[in-house]
């Protein structure tokens, strides 16, 4: 019994970390809907800035409250500069663009950290106060912990009255209802949206501070509170203080106890909770239907064929890859395989997310599931190349089907959540399941036929398979099914008024984009002769996000041009250093520079340069 | 004309006596050795890694360098992703044209590179990834690695846990094939030398996500006599501070890897434990002519204290040094047979190239925590060569197929 009460607390304890990191989330999700991938680094500037504060401060409770306030308030400085520099100008760009950015930002930070603070772990010297522990019930508790419980709620409370008590609050409010009809009423929103961004970020900042006494500030902080930083935001509902806190106390307390009983469920414990949350409960614990901000409810236009000016170039880009083993090395030959793979990878994710409008977090895990069936299929049954290809995108379309029959009946962030817990349930099944898949040091070995074994013939089945792949998606996208998509992404209600049916729309694209991910995935999988666990994590998806959003999600062009610049601007930058610094700027530059991608702005160009000539 | 120790320091003197002479040495194209590390993934460690190879390839040239040519490395990073490795792997091979492969932190970044090197017939030397597959399981001709492994790290502490007499053991390791080995293979030991030995409790903190105190509280609810500890870097300073807390690791004997290796204990401070037995590198008490003689040449070159990774990138450039002057050429098929048996000086010694698994015998030295002024440090230590660390050659033979 008691320790169950000493297990509670400690469970109480660590609600109250999740909860400060989610705290800043949910509120800068709220009122700006910018889904902030840079948290996790805010964070982890707040805990070496706070490392900076107090190593030189004295090491009474006075300072130490003082150093950690200081800290948050660099933070917070931090974040507005953010704002001003950057989101500020792109949150009239097509939803979803703000992560990008901030995925951006990411990557700066990493290296500025590295290069401020050094590659060593800092920990701080911790004072007897900091070190004590209370007797419970004849066990010792830590006093430090005992603090943290106490400030959680502490912090909620001062929101709570923040948000409800004052002029200010209660303008974030109107604004996260309808920050349009705020704007009308003559309240400067970009004044309201920084101050917003920067408490957000102190709070990350205050979370990252405090998290320091407990352990030491590394530069894998970042990435490593992110996903279950948004796991609570999700799971309490978006934009929901209350249900950020209510989730916080679910997650802090089931992995108390989840990991005492079952000592392997580390890796899956925050995703199955939220996979069931959110199959139970769409929205979350607390939250609400999103409520859309004008302007966004306006059907986009639809996606025309291209022009012939455009097929033209189209055909020629085409021609020169499949004539590119006669003048590429064989390094820009494997380059261009994996850019053959990221376009089929990207455009399946389109399908999705274009015509569809169901943005995913954890595309790469059809991708992985791909990879894994050609692996199963050489090594398990023996079998060539043409089994695994033909298998892989079974295997991935079947498992989709699965997942899909509860992901498309959701909508927005929480779809995108939704994909983002089956995609690591599955990373951790490959992980975990040893036997099976050979854990973290994958499968080996999965080299291709014979026949295909030289670079330049993998590379032209590569680019049969995949630019293939890539234009009978896009077949699909002109057909009738394509159009009736849209109208379900545009207006579910009226398209269903016309009889099509949405949920089995949606689950066909879903299952079309898992095939086709899969395939990718079965023929990266030859080209590298090896498969991990890696190619279902979160990076990945990640990188998928990033190709799409890179060349522009509401053009056909968009994944192919994405696919083939990032694939080529990253495989260029990691031969030098810095290189994350590079890739980090250059993305941000491109964001600010083409909102609506690569495609996107290069067609805007021709339109008005045509319009102008005509 | 194989490199000594003494050739490496007499050169090394020599550089600094009169940097003119050598420079007209070795006309001839330099031997390319290409190297990928996670150097943006994992810096704590990669980093001093790197600065312990440059000042080795700096040593090796100063004396002359291999078969009368220069060393070159041309280094990547992999990000911590295989599949990057394996791409950069590739344009090493193609593109630079290099003659032999190296580097490796993560285990699955090692199989990746290995598996390149069986596929293309090139040799690959891993420094640093520990899993026990490298060599064994998915061991083959072009794949050597310098490191003790997961295996050997736990052999070489088994006698000193075996001593603390204790009946009920838990184990803490992070929740992948690393400290999934460790725990495999220290029941194991543990088992065969210690009849009626109990593990009544494990905990699986995912990798850099510990929760450590509801980590420390399931493992005193087990009741130990004693702890087996696999978890290292950002994840071991919270076990530890929560651990010293909550008085987990009082009256109990803790067996921790890894533990006393400079980049992880500096971060534990006066937080150190006390007492616990673990394998590392007591950096500020090693006498010995080649320890000092290295910590020495790099206080100098980079003016702080060298790191394990330093110690490791060293060696791999002295093993790969040696073992291409043993082979008489870099002709793949000469080295993957030439490298065996071939001996090469290393900041703890002495070690070689093992014939029958193509194993390192660089050894770690195992020791106790303790704490002075301030600072965690190693005390009691003795050096546990890894040639002594090894399960029989019958053994061998079964774990590794080829």
Redesign the interface.
Known sequence: MDLIFLQLLTGLAGASTLFLVAAGLTVIFGVTRVVNFSHGSLYMLGAFIAWSLLSRLPREPDYFVLGVLGAAVATAVIGAVLEVVLLRRIYRAPELLQLLATFGVVLVVQDVALWVWGPVDLSLPRPRWLRGAVEIAGLRFPFYDLVLIVVGPAVLGGLLLLFHRTRWGLLVRAATQDRDMVAALGVDQRVLFTSVFALGAGLAGLGGALALPQGSANLNMDLSVIAEAFVVVVVGGMGSLGGAFLAALLIGVLQAFGIALVPKITLVLVFLVMAAVLVVRPHGLLGKPQAMARGEVEALAPIRPAGPALQVLGLVALLAAILAPFVAGPYLLSVLTEAAVAVLFAASLHVMMGPGGMASFGHAAWFGVGAYAAAFAAKGLGAGMAVGLLLAPFAAGALALLVGAFVVRMSGVYLAMLTLAFAQIAWAVAFQWVEVTGGDNGVLGVWPDGWAADKPTMYWLALLLCVGGALVLRRALFAPFGFALRATRDSALRAEAIGLDAHRLRLAAFVLAGAGAGLSGAVFAYAKGSVFPTYMAIPHSVDALVTVLLGGVQTMAGPVVGAVTFTVLQSWLLMGDFWRIKLGLLIIALVLAFPTGIAGAASAVWDRWRGRAA | MPVSRRTLLAAGAATVAAPGLLRAQSTSAPIRIGEINSY?AI??FT??YRMGWQLAVEQVNAAGGVLGRKLEVIS??D?G????A???A??LL??TKVDVLAGGFL??VG??M???A??RKRLFVASEPL?D?LVWE?GHRYCYRLRPSTYMQVAMMVDDAVKLGAKRWVTVSP???YG?SLVKWFKLLMQQRQPGIEFV??????L??I?????V??L??ARPDAIFNGTF??DL??FV??G????LFEKRGVVSVLTGEP?YL??????TPEGWIVTGWPVESVTDASNAGFIAAYRAKFGEMPKMGSVVGHATITAIAAGIAKSGSVDTEAMADGFKGAKFPTPFGEAYWRAQDNQGTLGTYVGRTAVKG?KGVMVDWRYADGASAMPTDEEVRKLRPV
């Open positions: 943006t810096p704590a980093l001093p990547h990073d990000a992703k295989p599949q990057d394996v791409r950069l590739g344009a193609d593109e285990s699955n199989l990746a290995s598996d390149v069986k596929q899993t597959a998915q929740n992948y094939e999934q409790a494990e905990q699986w903190p995912a850099g996500r929760d450590a105190g509801a980590t509280a399931a005193a609810q870097g950002p300073t919270n501070r929560q010293n807390t909550r008085g980049e500096e971060p534990l401070g006066d937080e301030g």
